[in-house]
């Protein structure tokens, strides 16, 4: 079987993450459940800078509701890394990012996936529309 290829080119934003000390495990590899956290930091930066969310007092927030992941070469503390983003699917409340993790400098990704943001009223918790200052920034991110 081949794996696939998720090559640098495929994203439209970076965002560099600096791995750290602990996110090693006793294999001596960043941890797998740890990409997930790189993926939500890589993705919470572009809204925060890009779209206006704010996290703090804001009326609307995210929720994930899907994620996966699959994992082609390790990463290990001091590697530097980014994180690929772009957006598959733009809905109404939701919107579906695919990521990936590479090296510094190299074209193909270490690890690949993606996951779901519901926009939810931070009162109710019941879904609401993407906001237009949100909707632009992740429609700038969205591949055919």
């Keep these: ?45 572009y809204l925060i800078a890009e779209g206006g969310l704010d996290i703090h007092d804001g009326a609307v927030v995210g929720f994930v ?13 001091p590697d530097a890394i980014e994180v690929g983003l772009r ?11 695919e990521l990936a993790i590479f090296k510094a400098g190299e074209e193909q990704a270490c690890a690949a996936g993606r996951f779901v943001h519901v926009f939810v009223d931070r009162a109710s918790n019941r879904p609401v529309a993407i906001p237009e200052t949100l909707r632009a920034a992740l429609a700038a991110l969205q591949v055919d």
Aim: net charge negative; charged share 15%.
């Design 1 to 45: 079987m081949n794996q696939p290829q998720y090559l640098r080119g495929d994203y439209r934003h970076f965002q560099p993450i600096t791995t750290r000390w602990h996110d090693n495990d006793i294999y001596g590899h960043v941890n797998n459940v740890t990409y997930y956290s790189y993926f939500d930091s890589a993705v919470n930066a």
């Design 87 to 97: 957006v598959g699917k733009l809905g109404n409340s939701s919107v579906q990012y």
């Design 65 to 77: 509701v899907s994620s996966n992941c699959d994992y082609f070469a390790s990463i290990a503390f």
